[in-house]
């Protein structure tokens, strides 16, 4: 892994009663993305404590890759459903690795 490499962490916090259907539609993002161009990591998790949070951990070749990955047909889908299941905005923070 390169230190040029983005890391993104997204969280998103289900409203209550979506819980199931944010976590069906997070998963099922899964498989396309982890075959996109300069994808090499891409993990879904859920809280042990909290069922209604979720956390994407990702690793992008470069801003690039991450800028087509987000604007794929399955990435634009799963946002517009975003209003209905999230409570409250989408925290999607980028990093890059230091040392």
């Known amino acids: ?42 993990e879904l998790l859920v809280n042990e404590a909290d069922p209604a949070e979720l956390t994407f951990v990702e690793e992008w070749r470069d ?13 634009q889908y799963a946002l517009s459903r975003c209003p209905d299941l999230l409570a409250g905005e989408l925290d999607l923070r980028r990093f890059r690795l230091v040392g």
Do not use: W
Not at 63 to 75: P, Q
């Open 1 to 42: 892994m390169s230190q040029d490499t983005v890391r993104v962490i997204a969280r998103l916090r289900a409203k209550p009663g979506k819980e199931f259907e944010l976590r069906s539609l997070a998963a099922d993002l899964i498989a396309p993305t982890r075959k996109e161009a300069g994808c090499i990591r891409y």
């Open 63 to 75: 801003g690039d890759a991450l800028n087509a990955h987000l604007a794929t047909a399955h990435v």
